[in-house]
């Protein structure tokens, strides 16, 4: 069955820089576009980048435009989002999805946490 796990979370400070990684399993990785999306505390579910099948094509959120990047490694049937000058406001639970949108999620990750805080 399809399984994404998500790993590389942790506690940083402000400015600090995280990867986060998704292992895929359970379908034709490469035949899919994938996304993060994040859930703050108290908050709802935030859309926060995607990527395009053959990873060329990626789309960020106004919020991480610029500071994170969406890379995949289909060999690897990886997911990964790197993540620069991270802020207080990027404190949240980071799920890896199979889908690109909302509309087209399917199997979410269980997410892994990230908190910025000095």
């Known amino acids: 069955q399809v399984q994404l796990v998500e790993s590389g979370g942790g506690l940083v400070q402000p400015g600090a820089s995280l990867r986060l990684s998704c292992a895929a399993s359970?379908?034709?990785?490469?035949?899919?576009?994938m996304c993060w999306v994040r859930q703050a505390p108290g908050k709802g579910l935030e859309w926060v980048s995607s990527i395009a099948t053959g990873g060329v094509s990626t789309y960020y959120a106004d919020s991480v435009k610029g500071r994170f990047t969406i890379s995949r490694d289909n060999a690897k049937n990886t997911l990964y989002v790197q993540m620069n000058s991270l802020k207080s406001e990027d404190t949240a639970v980071y799920y890896c999805?199979?889908?690109?949108?909302?509309?087209?999620?399917?199997?979410w990750g269980k997410g892994t946490l990230v908190t910025v805080s000095s």
């Open positions: 359970g379908f034709t990785f490469s035949g899919y576009r």
């Open positions: 999805a199979k889908g690109g949108y909302y509309y087209d999620i399917n199997y």
